[in-house]
């Protein structure tokens, strides 16, 4: 059987209901290829066994890029590129850099972040999602199980561990 | 697990599901718009034209068809400028620092005020672009270009150019903080037109979302983004109208140079920006008939926000005029005298009026919760607020050192009517928005509907 | 809905070990005074060298951006009847006495602004910002006793030679006597001061008092009505402290160097307190986790402090770089001489300059990572470094007014600080010792057991 070509999918109502509902899941030793919200259920990514996210790193480095690239900047043109008094300061003198070097910190971090998180989660306005439940959007939570990587466990037992865990349909998704 | 206090007040009330508040909150994109709203439109249309005319004749003859002269050399302009700023400060500040405070009440009302912070700070950078006369030549001026004659560069240590750096990423980091708060719900919009049938209006909204699935691994980047965000933002909302401040505070004139101008500035902008929110919201919930998203309790919650800006502004001013009198200084000294008691005197009392004694009136309970009261109060607060802004930048500059060029500031109708032009944009960048974008934040709604609706509140206290 | 969880009831038992140390502390401390003491009255005198070439350069500067504003002159030079040693001995008392009652008032803020914001996370530590500011009475006989012992070395505006036609005769300074003095005459007895400084110290008093009262209360016969109670005299409470934390810091430390003014002192001396206080209940509470107390706070709640630490450590120093990069851009000597003096003087300036690195740099990068705030061990580590900081902040804002280039750190103002320390201590943790550790019928407690970030 290929993999990420059929799917059983199970539809859980309530976050409560899919939190326990996951932890019975993967208790069976059944591997679940991901969970469809529609909005963030709190403790899922624990429940899930989800490492923390790294985009803190990546956001910290674009940071560190920024003030870097402001501070050379600044006191390059205006301490040794043409270097002006002005208000009878030094040239480079610190404090008015500061503002500046601020701003594009928190630019090329905030950016630079978001750019990584787009790629990563690999989000592209021209790209239609496969989707397992339509309602996976409006008011349902979604558990998509991927056939191929449980084939120790029969479909049927399958649907009857969703439908213990608490899900209210269980569903077959096959995708072409 | 959440839990609430039995102490808290709903936020949502109506007894609203997961399901609803999808159907509640799409359908305003999804069906036609009332006729309201194309009268709503049409007036902003013609006022942006008419705006759009004043303009152009101030590019085509030069600043000089202002009100401007040798010695108030900023009026009107820089007071709208720093007006509308201050109004963008509140969508960072409720995306942002309540984030971080973990105020849920801010889930109601974050995507308009957001969408009211980005329009808010267009309108204001058109000021100082108009007023550098020759507009297509900006870029050169203010970004760090070196110049025709060798690499001259620009002068880093001008408070101004700190603006072009402050506002703009100003404008860019909310623009992305908003928009990544958008994408679920594009993806819900998206979702039920495929459910309806409308293919068109499901392509363009699954663009929008950047093809949004929801998964969980994706929920829990998504919301690293956003906190994450919110910790740049939160400083990012302060150095914004900490460096405006600093247009004024780094200079040395009398009523323009005193250290407590940045945190003074930032608390009167997060206090004209809830103003503008509630003014905005209060027709918003009306119209589109979100009572039980955006609740009188909300409403409380941001007069609530209001007394206490407002009251922080009212010891700034307390204090500045304390230490004009303490610190001996004549020229600091007259400059408080004559905002006082000087010709502006009027403008002085008007904005002490707004700010300061209004919002008080908050505190009776009556009051704060009164539709009609909050909504004209809100009003009130922003007149209050531009007329801070004239009291400090044309009272501070028309009586100067020279008494022979002490003179007054008459705006013409070229000052008016690019004033009218804001509004005009602001208008229709908002109705704009109103229509084809989900005006509250459904996804973060959906989070707390169990928690924290009336529902089960009910359910939990017996 | 949520299950009942129930919370055992705890006492903070302040243990013969744990008195026995403050005790030694104490000592300690009383030991590096008297030898500090011994030491400076032993080289008073002398040591006139390394500072005076630095006071000169300053005055240069001054002299040189407008001659008319060097008017600080006669400070140095018009009343020396008192030596170096107990000038110095006043300094660390007045200064140390003023950042140990922000300790106190900050305690009584905390609680209110946790009422006021209705905030659920904090039910489990509340008990320990209310020991602290058991502190305030204390705080304020002191700031009375001391006033009247050190005057006229610390306030330089209670010489009445200023505003008596003379030598002497200062015009500035006369021009701000009914602050001090009113409705008396200038350099008659300043009553509307000493009237300032009771009247913040009372009414700040009067709300603890009622503040503890409700609570304690509310630990015997339950019901929301105490919260709502607390809630209301909250709000009250902090209209006036936004008024009076302003106006004190005006009072106890600004009117020191009496000539200079800044808008933003206020906030600034607020702003040191604020941070200073969260960094000490953090402490408080992080110390009696490790001993074994407080068990219903747990990472989260950490968490929740290290964030106010962290975010308001970067408030400190927004507040800081405005106020000064305010002033040294628009380069007014009136207002600039506060700054050189700082800068070009020892040991102020290398004060200056380990402030920014105490109390930005070093929590922002310690307390930067999330495993970093939910952590006893960092937390533990960062803080002290921050209260440590920030009593370098208030040397550096009060003992160059008093002082000038005759300033030291030494043994003597360890000890002060120590003495100060080890009573504020015995002080806090009786207090502590008295009352439940934890408000049982709180009624956010339910939501700060479920609390989880």
């Known amino acids: 059987m290929d993999a990420d070509k059929n799917f059983i999918v199970g539809v859980f109502d309530d976050e409560e209901v899919l939190l326990t509902g996951i932890e019975k899941v993967r208790g069976n030793g059944v591997k679940i290829h991901e969970v469809y919200s529609p909005f963030p259920v709190h403790g899922i990514d624990d429940a899930l066994g989800y490492k923390r996210s790294r985009l803190p790193i990546a956001a910290f480095l674009f940071g560190m890029t920024g003030t870097s690239i402001a501070l050379t900047m600044q006191i390059w043109m205006l301490g040794y590129d043409w270097p002006m008094i002005i208000g009878g300061k030094n040239f480079a003198s610190l404090p008015p850099f500061i503002p500046v070097t601020f701003e594009l910190t928190v630019l090329l971090s905030a950016l630079g972040m978001v750019g990584t998180f787009f790629i990563v989660s690999d989000m592209k306005p021209y790209k239609w999602p496969r989707q397992f439940d339509i309602r996976s959007t409006d008011d349902k939570h979604i558990m998509a199980i991927d056939l191929a990587k449980n084939q120790s466990i029969d479909k049927t037992v399958l649907g009857k561990i969703l439908k213990d865990a608490g899900a209210s349909e269980v569903n077959e998704k096959n995708f072409e | ?462 | 809905m949520a299950h009942q969880v129930t919370v055992a009831e705890e006492q903070y038992v302040f243990r013969p070990e744990t008195k026995r140390k403050l005790f030694i502390l104490l000592a300690v401390g009383v030991v590096l005074l008297v030898l500090g003491l011994f030491m400076a009255m032993r080289s008073s005198g002398h040591d006139e060298h390394g500072g005076g070439h630095a006071v000169k350069a300053a005055e240069q500067l001054v002299a040189s951006a407008d001659a008319s504003a060097a008017s600080e002159g006669h400070e140095a030079g018009g009343h020396a009847e008192t030596a170096t040693w107990l000038k110095r001995l006043y300094t660390t008392l007045w200064m140390n006495n003023v950042f140990f009652a922000g300790l106190g008032i900050i305690g009584l803020f905390f609680i209110t602004i946790q009422y006021a914001a209705q905030a659920g996370w904090s039910a489990g530590v509340k008990r320990v910002p209310l020991a602290m500011a058991s502190w305030i009475p204390i705080a304020g006989i002191l700031m009375l006793v001391l006033w009247f012992l050190t005057h006229h070395d610390i306030f330089h505006w209670t010489h009445s030679s200023l505003y008596a036609e003379g030598a002497d005769f200062d015009p500035i300074i006369n021009k701000k006597a009914p602050f001090f003095f009113w409705p008396l005459a200038g350099g008659t007895f300043p009553i509307f001061f000493i009237a300032r400084m009771v009247i913040f110290f009372g009414v700040w008093y009067w709300f603890l008092l009622q503040i503890r009262k409700n609570m304690l209360a509310e630990d015997i016969h339950a019901g929301t009505s105490y919260w709502h109670k607390n809630q209301v005299l909250s709000t009250v409470f902090l209209i006036f402290f936004g008024v009076s934390s302003s106006v004190a810091a005006w009072d106890w430390v600004m009117s020191i160097d009496t000539h200079w003014f800044s808008t933003m002192f206020g906030w600034y001396v607020f702003a040191s307190w604020w941070v200073t206080g969260l960094a000490t209940i953090t402490l408080i509470v992080a110390s009696l986790k490790s001993a074994g107390y407080l068990k219903i706070v747990n990472s989260n709640h950490l968490h929740d402090l290290g964030k106010f630490i962290f975010a308001f450590s970067i408030f400190w120093t927004y507040i800081w770089f405005s106020q000064f990069m305010l002033i040294y851009y628009a380069n007014i000597p009136e207002e600039t001489v506060y700054f050189i003096e700082r800068i070009k003087n020892s040991p102020y300036s290398w004060i200056f300059y380990t402030n920014l690195i105490l109390n930005f740099v070093l929590p922002f990068l310690l307390l930067m990572t999330r495993d970093a705030k939910r952590q006893l061990s960092t937390l533990k580590l960062v803080t002290p470094i921050i209260i440590v900081g920030h009593w370098f902040d208030f040397y550096n804002m009060v003992t160059p007014g008093v002082m000038q280039h005759e300033g030291g750190l030494g043994f003597m103002e360890i000890g002060v600080a120590l003495i100060f320390m080890a009573v504020f201590l015995l002080v806090v943790l009786t207090s502590l010792s008295k009352v439940p550790l934890i408000g049982k019928n709180h009624p956010m407690l339910e939501e700060s057991l479920h609390h989880h970030i």
């Open chain 2, 1 to 462: 697990m959440q839990v609430s206090s039995s102490i808290r007040d709903p936020l949502i009330t109506g007894g609203k599901t997961v399901k609803d508040v999808s159907h509640d909150i799409s359908r305003h994109v999804e069906n036609k718009p009332a006729n309201l709203w194309y009268l709503a439109m049409a007036i902003s249309v013609s006022l942006l034209a008419y705006g759009l005319y004043c303009v152009w004749m101030v590019l085509w003859n030069g600043i000089g068809m202002w009100g401007l002269n040798k010695t108030v050399g900023w009026a009107w302009d820089i007071t709208n400028f720093v007006w509308w700023v201050g109004i963008g400060h509140a969508g960072t500040l409720i995306s942002a620092i309540l984030l971080l405070f973990r105020q849920k009440w801010r889930m109601s009302i974050n995507r308009a005020a957001e969408a009211m912070t980005i329009f808010a700070v267009i309108c204001a950078a058109s000021f100082p672009l108009i007023h550098m006369g020759r507009l297509w030549l900006g870029f050169y001026w203010a970004l760090p270009l070196p110049n025709a004659f060798g690499s001259l560069w620009v002068n880093f240590n001008s408070p101004l150019l700190w603006d072009v750096f402050a506002i703009s990423t100003y404008f860019t980091v909310s623009l992305v903080f908003w928009y990544i708060g958008l994408i679920p719900d594009f993806a819900v919009i998206r979702d039920r037109a495929v459910v309806q049938g409308n293919n068109l209006r499901a392509a363009i909204y699954n663009a929008l979302s950047f093809g949004w699935q929801g998964g969980a691994k994706t929920w829990m980047r998504y919301e690293s983004v956003a906190l994450i965000l919110a910790g740049l933002s939160t400083p990012l909302v302060l150095s914004v109208h900490t460096i405006v401040s600093m247009d004024f505070a780094t200079s040395v004139i009398p009523g323009w140079h005193t250290t407590i101008f940045p945190p003074y500035f930032v608390a009167g902008a997060i206090f004209s920006g809830f103003a503008m929110v509630l003014t905005l919201l209060i027709v918003t919930r009306r119209v589109f008939k979100l009572e039980d998203y955006i609740t009188i309790y909300h409403i409380e919650l941001m007069n609530i926000i209001i007394i206490v800006t407002g009251s922080i502004v009212g010891i700034a001013y307390i204090t500045e005029l304390f230490i004009a009198w303490y610190s001996g200084v004549e020229y600091e000294g007259y400059a408080f005298y004559n905002r006082v008691s000087g010709p502006y005197a009027w403008a002085y009392w008007s904005m002490m009026t707004c700010n300061v004694i209004s919002p008080q009136l908050f505190w009776v309970k009556k009051i704060r919760t009164s539709i009609v009261a909050t909504f004209v109060l809100s009003i009130v607060v922003n007149i209050g607020m531009w007329f801070e802004r004239f009291v400090i930048i044309v009272t501070s500059l028309h009586r100067d050192y020279v008494p022979s060029s002490w003179t007054m500031f008459h705006p013409t109708m070229y000052d008016i009517g690019e004033y009218l032009f804001t509004f005009g944009l602001f208008f229709t960048a908002f109705f704009l928005f109103a229509k084809f974008f989900p005006v509250i934040n459904m996804a973060e709604v959906k989070s707390i509907v169990k928690s924290s609706s009336e529902k089960t509140n009910q359910d939990a206290s017996h």
